[in-house]
């Protein structure tokens, strides 16, 4: 298909479910784009969890979502340094 299909197709997008997903190094480089891409493309109606080290990071890609109208929208944070594996079981 074309891009601009895809992009159509993308932009139609809205799930009978509210859709989840979880960002590990999330508070910079790609995990930033594609957490802010699927915020934008869910309208901010999502569970997003970013993990990652910087906090006000964080809080400052997650405050640059859209306000999402689901009342069972939820974005946070959890602070983890995914490269010890000690830390991911306990996260």
Known sequence: ???????????????LYLPCAVFIGGTSG????IAEAFARHTKG?????IIGRNSSA???IIASFPQ???PSAKHEFVS??????????QT
């Open 1 to 15: 298909p074309s891009i601009s299909a895809i992009r159509t197709l993308n932009a139609s997008f809205s799930p």
């Open 30 to 33: 790609v995990g930033q784009g």
């Open 45 to 49: 109606n999502a569970h997003i969890i």
């Open 58 to 60: 964080a809080e400052s």
């Open 68 to 70: 999402p109208t689901s």
């Open 80 to 89: 983890c340094d995914v490269s010890l594996m000690k830390n991911v079981q």
